[in-house]
């Protein structure tokens, strides 16, 4: 069942939806991939090569907004990002959630609190504040200011 | 045609510990549908860490559970440690690990209690809850706290075990172990508890792997994932011990697991204690001059499964993002393969299976004005809002559908 990976083999399969491979080490591999091609790449790595999904991360930065979706290979320690760059203005990527239910809460969260757009998510309602969030507010966004001090 | 009627489990509710809503939806006795309410909790933990500077960052993701107090800040040192490439001495190795496996011990034996609780079976629960005390004795003796024990900072830990406290450390342990051969032995035996716990919410293989679940849920499934031997940290590669699984995938496995897993923590800080003795005293820190631009994720086995940070450092003496998932978001999840299609007796023993922690699993929210979202609210609305509310709630609780 457990089947051995090889990045190289990655590489070469995914040729043209791979942007950039960072290795920091042998057990934390980055793979940006275009953000269209998600659903393939993510599909292989839990269909087929017997990954994981640990969680994904969202950040804010001056690039847009970036997903790293980290994938765990147990028993050999491995921890594999794909890593997606999102548009500043309108992002929106593909959800995994039909192909796994791992990612159903977490995808729901960043939509809640990134206001990331995942198509075709089953139910993209909000998770963790019971609906009664202020519409189109995104509390991690870093450009969200939190004030404080009530108004007079 | 089939009429269900909704049976509530919280927000806040005697079998529970930390508030959360469960809404079964029940055909007779049967449940046919669940669907839980989160968010009574939350802390905003992420956004406040990126406020925090790494040392103070320790205390705050202590603070995330009261169980497993050290499983976050192990996590968030392994994050940090992979940013800067530090490698910590020896003693501090097995000293993490020392901390790391007595409070599995503890989680272990509280968790054995409640499910007795559940169960309606509140000897266990009293036995196991005066079997845990030695344990948090234990740790007032080495850390000078029961809980929230303040050890971790990057580099090494904040205090040292002394070797002369060794003796009666291992002392302690033995009358540990002796307690909890009884109980082990009560429980694994009882033949209620057999009949209460065997085939009730069982997950499959195949919904773990669907479910991304970790811990001993996953590892009663027969998945033998564990974190402190897929990706050894700390002492873990340093002494021996064996990942315990179970096939069955039901509650009894899953207790199973559990108490077998107490052993193995018990293994580990005793082969950790010897390795102590070797080491010089005092040496357990390195020093550390600055936490460089990067990424770093951090793992940790806590009780409840694998503990994940995810750090991104832009060179500041704060995170510029820190992603926390604790294992209870995934266990929770699994609950609508384990609960559907039990009784509602049965339902109660399978929510608190995963041993679920709703304060891990809950980390983020303000409170903000309804319509603009500018403002926290002040204490006039902060009482609206809970009446507000609390009439839902109300609603809810008494609403039949067809």
Redo the contacts between chains.
Sequence with gaps: MVTEFNIENLKKDFKSEILEVTE?NP??I?VTIKPASILKVAGFLYKEAGF????A?A?HTKRGFEI?Y?F?K????L?L?LHVILDRENPQVESLSNM???T??IEREMHE?FGINFLNHPNQDK????G???E??Y??RKDFK??????E | MSRKTLIPIGPYHPLQEEPELFKLYCDGEIVKDIQW???YN?R?I??LSESKTYDQVFFLVERICGICSTSHPFAFANAVE?IAGIEVTDRAKYIRSIIGELERIHSHLLWVGLAGHFLGYNTVFMWAWKYREPVLDLFEMITGNRNSYAMFKVGGVRRDIENSKITSIRKILSDVRKKADLLTGAVMDDPVIHARTKGVGVLTKQDV????AVGPTARASGL??DVRK???YAAYPLVNWKVITAEAGDVFAKAQVRLLEMYESMSIIEQCLKGLEKEKEGDMNIKVNEIPE??G?G?AEAPRG?V?H?V?SDGSNSP??H?I?APS??NI?TF?KSCIGQTIADATITLAGVDPCYCCT?R???A?????????M?AKEMID?SAR?TAGLRKTSTECYE
Excluded: C
């Design positions: 920091k057990r934390r980055i994981r999904f640990i969680i991360s950040i790293h980290h765990s147990d028993q050999s320690g921890i990002n796994f239910n791992a159903n809460w609190l998770l963790i504040s019971e009664n969030w202020a189109g507010v509390p991690y939190s004030t404080t001090k009530e108004k | 309410v989160t968010g939350h905003s992420e956004k992979e792997i669907d479910y991304g033998p994932i897929d990706d050894p990067g990424i994720h793992r694998e994940f995810f991104v510029a993002r992603k998932r978001y995934v999840a609508k809950e983020m929210a303000i903000y004005d309804f319509s603009t979202g500018e403002k926290i002040n809002h509310q």
